[in-house]
């Protein structure tokens, strides 16, 4: 059974959280990345910035639903989603639109369980962390591989 240590890279370019936004697009952009592991000083995994988390900053700014009764506003959503959602728009720095608490895997996840999560959550890059520190990331390209690799020896 192929696992995660197998097929994952372990040479992995990662950002800070400190690092400006205009530098994280441009290294998504010039790497052909979807998505990037944010990492403490400490190796330790703490978020992972996608291309989606920074197109969110080109949305428009939510207007809250609310209701109003005898002069009185009550809204009608959260305010720490709406907070959030006014923090990513603005983001200057990867901490402010990454995801935090990230999806991630062990080096012994099964492939078959990666390709799942890929396919039912919609994950295109996934960290691979041993003792909470990064040592590997596989994207979708990594899969496809595999099944080129069968293809080859099915041939």
Not at 14 to 25: F, N, Q, R, Y
């Amino acid at each position: 059974m192929i696992k995660a240590k197998d097929i994952m890279v372990r040479d992995v370019i990662s950002l800070s959280p400190d690092t400006e936004i205009s530098k994280a697009v441009e290294l998504l952009l010039n790497n052909h990345f979807n998505g990037v592991p944010v990492i403490d000083a400490n190796g330790l995994l703490i978020g992972v910035l996608c291309q989606s988390d920074l197109i969110f900053q080109k949305k428009d700014i939510p207007f809250p639903p609310i209701f109003t009764i005898l002069d009185g506003i009550i809204p009608l959503s959260s305010s720490k989603k709406l907070e959030k959602e006014f923090q990513k728009i603005s983001a200057t720095k990867v901490e402010h639109a990454m995801v935090t608490e990230p999806v991630s895997v062990d080096p012994e996840t099964p492939v078959s369980e990666i390709a799942s999560l890929m396919v039912e959550k919609h994950f295109h890059t996934i960290p691979v962390v041993e003792n909470k520190k990064l040592v590997g990331i596989i994207g979708k390209e990594d899969i496809l591989r595999i099944l080129m690799a069968e293809k080859r020896v099915d041939s």
